[in-house]
C-alpha cells in the first residue's frame, strides 16, 4: 500500500522553487476517461437513461470535475464526510440549521427527521467542483464515448488528453489530500510555468493569446493532430511524434531553462517512451538545474491513478536538493520518478503497464533513491556518468556544421551537414536516423557470411545515403556479448565502411557488460539498451559527424580501417562515460 503525502509544513517563500513543466507526447499522465452525459442530463432532457449491464439503474450518477458560473448556496449534511463522525457528534458545534421533510431551512430543529446541516456559498473563486457533467451532442443526444460516433474523424472527436499540465496540477492542488487532511498540496511546494514542448492535445481551432495558460506569445493557431501534438487515443486517431519532434523539445527545454527563472524541470510524457526522452535530455540539454520526469500508468482521475502522485513527488525531488552538489549544480542528471523510486533515465525502463512496472537495466544500478512517506526523499549513490551541464554532447558543445555522407554520382562524397542554427537551437532537419537491428539464432537464410543476406540493412543503407547524412546502426546481439550472426556482422560493416558508426547492445535487459574487442570497427554499448544506445548514437553523430568513407565500402584499405577506428575512438570515449 502507498505511504501517504507527508504532512506540509510552513516554509518560507525560498522554499517554494519555480519550476518548468514540459508536456511530451502520448502521455497518460496527462489523459483522462472520457466524458460521458450524466443520468441527470438524461432526465431533464428525456434521453435514454445509462444503465449498468443487467440492466438497472447506477446508484451514482456521472460527476465531473467542473467550475461554477456563478454563485451559488448549499446545504450540506452535517456528519456526511465520514461515516464515524456522528460517532462523537458531542466534540462538534452545533450546525448551522436544519432541512425539513419539505425541503425547508430552518435554524431550529422542529423534529428528529430534520437533517442536521452546514449553509455554504461557493462560487467561481472556489474552484472546480465535482458535478454531474450535463453536456450533449449537437444532436442533442448524449455522449457516450469521446466522438460523435464510435470511429468518427478528427473533427468529430473529442480530445482527452490535455493541451499542457495547467488543469492537471490544478485538480491535484484542489483535490490531493496529504496525511494532514491538506490540499493544496503543489502550490505549497512550488509555482510553475506550463510548456508545450511536443503536447499529447491540441487545439484543433486554434486558440487566443489571452486564453493561453502555458507559456507563450500570440495565439496559437489551429493544430495538427500528428504535426503538433501526439496521443494515442482514440486508437484509430493515434499519432506518434518524429524526428523533428525531438529537435523542437529540446530546443523548447533549453530555452526555457537558459532563462534562470526555474529551479527545476520536470518532464511528463507516455510511459512506454519517457525513460528515451529523460536520457535525451540528460545528453543534450546543457543545465546546472535538475530534470525530473514522470509518467502514469492510469489516467488522470482513473481509480488507482498513479500520475499524480509522481507529479507531487518530482517536486519534492526538486525541492529536496539532495541532488545537488558541493557547488550547488545537479549532481545526479536527470532521473525518472515513479512508484516512489528515483531511476537514474540512463537505466529505467518499463516494464509492465501498472503501477510499479519500471525496472533498472544493465544490472549495475539504475534505482538511485526513493522518496515518499516515510521518510525524506534519499539517494544511495550518484551516477557515475556525465549528464546536462557535464555532457560532452550537450548541445553547447555541438558543432554549428558537422560531416556527413551521400551518394553523389555514384560515388560516396563527405559532406557539411548544418547541426545548430545561428541562435544555437538545434536544426530540425538535423537529428540522425540511426536503425536497430535485432540478432535472433536461426535467422540467416542458407550456411554462408554473404551481407547480401541481410537486405533489411543494406536497404536502409542505401535510404541512409540519398536521405541521412547522419546515420548509424545498432545491433541488439547476443547477451551480453552484444554480435549477431555472420552475416549480420558483415552487412554492419559494411555500414560502417560507408561511414555509419554501427554499437553493440545486448538482446533484452541484460546485465552484463557489452566489452569492447581489440581492432573491431564497433562501439561497444556497455550496459545500454539498444533504445539509449540509438539516442546516445544520436547525439554522438551530431557532435562528431560521420566516420570517414572509404572510397570502395566493399574493399577498404587498411589505412580507411585506421582512420575509421581513430574517428571511433571519440565515440567510444563517449558511451564508456555517458
Known amino acids: 500500500m502507498s505511504a501517504s503525502i507527508p504532512p506540509q509544513a510552513p516554509m518560507p517563500a525560498e522554499h517554494r522553487p519555480r519550476i518548468a513543466v514540459f508536456s511530451g507526447p502520448t502521455a497518460t499522465i496527462q489523459n483522462s476517461e472520457p466524458l460521458v452525459t450524466s443520468n441527470s442530463a438524461r432526465r431533464k432532457y428525456g434521453l435514454p437513461l445509462r444503465r449498468l449491464p443487467d440492466g438497472s439503474l447506477p446508484r451514482h450518477d456521472v460527476v465531473r470535475m467542473q467550475r461554477l458560473a456563478a454563485p451559488v448556496t448549499v446545504y450540506i449534511e452535517a456528519f456526511s464526510a465520514h461515516p464515524l463522525e456522528a460517532d462523537v457528534s458531542e466534540l462538534y458545534a452545533p450546525p448551522d440549521g436544519y432541512i425539513t421533510a419539505a425541503g425547508d431551512f430552518v435554524p431550529e430543529r422542529d423534529n428528529d427527521e430534520d437533517v442536521p446541516v452546514y449553509e455554504a456559498t461557493i462560487g467561481p473563486d472556489d474552484g472546480l467542483f465535482q458535478l454531474p457533467y450535463l453536456a450533449r451532442t449537437r444532436e442533442g443526444t448524449a455522449w457516450e464515448q469521446e466522438g460523435l460516433e464510435r470511429l468518427g474523424g478528427g473533427a468529430e472527436t473529442r480530445q482527452t488528453f490535455y493541451p499542457d499540465a495547467s488543469r492537471v496540477f ?61 496521443s494515442y487515443g482514440p486508437p484509430h486517431l493515434a499519432h506518434g511524434p518524429a524526428m523533428p519532434t525531438l529537435a523542437r523539445l529540446t530546443n523548447t527545454v533549453q530555452t526555457a531553462l537558459d532563462s534562470g527563472r526555474y529551479e527545476g524541470a520536470i ?91 519500471y525496472v533498472a537495466t544493465g544490472g549495475h544500478g539504475g534505482i538511485i533513491g526513493t522518496i515518499g512517506a516515510p521518510g525524506d526523499p534519499m539517494l544511495t549513490y550518484w551516477p557515475a556518468k556525465a549528464h546536462t551541464h557535464l555532457s560532452e554532447v550537450n548541445i553547447r558543445r555541438l558543432p554549428g556544421t558537422t560531416t556527413g555522407v551521400r551518394r553523389r554520382d555514384g560515388a560516396l562524397a563527405v559532406v557539411d551537414v548544418p547541426v545548430k542554427a545561428i541562435d544555437g537551437t538545434l536544426l530540425i532537419g538535423a537529428i540522425p536516423k540511426v536503425t536497430i537491428v535485432k540478432y535472433a539464432r536461426y535467422g540467416m537464410d542458407d550456411y554462408s557470411d554473404d551481407a547480401g543476406l541481410q537486405v533489411e540493412i543494406l536497404a536502409r543503407i542505401e535510404r541512409n545515403l540519398e536521405t541521412s547524412p547522419l546515420a548509424g546502426f545498432v545491433l541488439e546481439g547476443n547477451a551480453p556479448f552484444g554480435r549477431g550472426d555472420e552475416s549480420e556482422m558483415a552487412a ?45 548514437l544520436m547525439a554522438c553523430l551530431l557532435r562528431f559527424g560521420s566516420l570517414p568513407p572509404a572510397a570502395d565500402p566493399r574493399h577498404p584499405t587498411e589505412g580507411e580501417w585506421d582512420a575509421i577506428r581513430a574517428r571511433l575512438a571519440d565515440y567510444q570515449a563517449v558511451f564508456d562515460t555517458h
Not at 320 to 338: E, K, T
Open 170 to 230: 490544478e485538480e491535484i492542488d484542489r483535490f490531493g489530500l496529504d496525511a494532514s487532511g491538506l490540499n493544496n498540496i503543489l502550490s505549497a511546494r512550488g509555482e510553475y510555468d506550463f510548456y508545450r514542448a511536443a503536447p499529447s492535445g491540441g487545439y484543433l481551432s486554434g486558440l487566443s493569446e489571452g486564453r493561453r495558460t502555458d507559456v507563450g506569445e500570440g495565439e496559437i493557431p489551429a493544430e495538427v493532430r500528428g504535426e503538433d501534438f501526439y
Open 267 to 357: 518532464w511528463l510524457e507516455g510511459s512506454p517512451a519517457v525513460e528515451e526522452t529523460a536520457y535525451w535530455l540528460g545528453l543534450l540539454i546543457d543545465t546546472t538545474v535538475p530534470i525530473s520526469c514522470n509518467a502514469s500508468q492510469r489516467p488522470h482521475g482513473a481509480i488507482g491513478n498513479d500520475g499524480d502522485r509522481n507529479i507531487v513527488d518530482s517536486v519534492d525531488y526538486i525541492r529536496s536538493r539532495i541532488w545537488a552538489g558541493a557547488d550547488g549544480s545537479d549532481a545526479v542528471g536527470a532521473v525518472l520518478v515513479q512508484d516512489e523510486q528515483i531511476f537514474a533515465a540512463r537505466d529505467a525502463q518499463k516494464a509492465d503497464a501498472r503501477p510499479g512496472g
Open 492 to 536: 554492419l560493416r559494411l555500414a560502417v565502411a560507408h561511414g555509419m558508426p554501427v554499437v553493440r547492445t545486448s538482446r533484452g535487459n541484460a546485465e552484463g557488460m557489452v566489452a569492447r574487442i581489440p581492432g573491431e570497427v564497433f562501439i561497444a554499448g556497455s550496459t545500454l539498451t539498444s533504445t539509449k544506445a540509438r539516442l546516445l
